[in-house]
């Protein structure tokens, strides 16, 4: 196999910066919207890494829903994107502002739990949705993983209308071992999830994280078919724009996401979908935190 290491015809905004990579054997161009801006990938460098089985998915194993049984990790191209979206940052409401100047960041506790207090949503049912704690070697970033089960947006073929909208809304339990000595705020998510997409066909994937109480922007993100891949996207709030859980105060995580595909000038007979469906834990979300002593 070879590595492909991608280069974007860098588009700018001024409220979207990002730097995308794709790996795999792929297009010379891998046309993708991210927060509105469109980008192009242009193949920049080829450098050979081994040889690998063919990782195709073989668009043959069409179930009579018209969905392809993907098997995640015979994906042919993954797509990692790493974001920083000042505009999704800006808009945190009230009383939780952020840091003035960039927190003095310590070392978590030794101990972090959590839990799945509730889920709900056509995209995850109760019972649908794993939690649990994850400790980096760095623990500046300890966090926690969260798993979701057949959680997948589809549209065209036989799938019914309202296959093509899913939406999913987690409350999580998440306490340090001394949350009156530290307060932790979410400083990135890693998204993944795939997608097998028509040309001419489009999906969109929404997400957002916040105290219960509070609300905070989502970040959006799309793509557009023709498609076939894993695909993975880092959002990461910028230091001085860190919101931390008040002092003393224990509310829970609020963890929404939406997917959506729009068959738009594709075929209709032929089935598109997006998912993060991750059942086997080869595809799952990882929120990273960063901590501070709390005065």
């Excluded at 991608?6 to 910066?17: C, D, G, M």
């Excluded at 990938?41 to 018209?66: I, N, W």
């Amino acid at each position: 196999m070879v590595r492909v290491h991608w280069r974007t015809a860098f588009q700018e905004s001024s409220a979207t910066h990002f730097l995308a990579r794709q790996v795999g054997d792929g297009v010379e161009n891998w046309p993708l919207t991210l927060n509105g801006v469109k980008v192009n990938l242009r193949a920049a460098s080829v450098q050979a890494v081994g040889e690998h089985p063919d990782r195709r998915v073989d668009a043959s194993s069409v179930a009579e829903t018209g969905v392809p049984q993907v098997k995640r990790n015979r994906m042919r191209k993954r797509l990692v994107l790493s974001v920083v979206s000042a505009a999704a940052l800006a808009a945190t409401v009230a009383s939780v502002p952020p840091a003035a100047a960039g927190p003095r960041l310590v070392p978590g506790p030794w101990h972090l739990t959590i839990k799945v207090r509730e889920s709900s949503g056509p995209g995850c049912p109760k019972g649908a949705v794993r939690a649990y704690a994850d400790v980096d070697d760095d623990a500046y970033h300890e966090g926690f993983t969260v798993v979701y089960d057949n959680y997948i947006a589809q549209a065209g073929g036989s799938s019914r209308p309202e296959m093509a909208r899913q939406s999913c809304q987690v409350t999580l339990g998440v306490r340090g071992s001394d949350p009156y000595t530290y307060t932790y705020a979410i400083s990135s998510v890693d998204y993944e999830g795939s997608a097998y997409l028509q040309n001419g066909a489009k999906a969109f994937v929404s997400a957002a994280h916040n105290f219960q109480g509070y609300d905070r922007e989502p970040v959006s993100f799309s793509f557009n078919g023709p498609y076939d891949a894993n695909w993975k996207v880092t959002h990461q709030t910028p230091e001085e724009r860190l919101v931390f859980l008040p002092c003393g105060q224990e509310r829970y995580v609020v963890l929404t996401t939406e997917l959506r595909v729009a068959p738009l000038t594709s075929d209709p007979s032929k089935v598109s979908f997006i998912s993060m469906d991750g059942g086997d834990s080869s595809l799952r979300t990882d929120y990273h935190l960063s901590w501070k002593r709390c005065p």
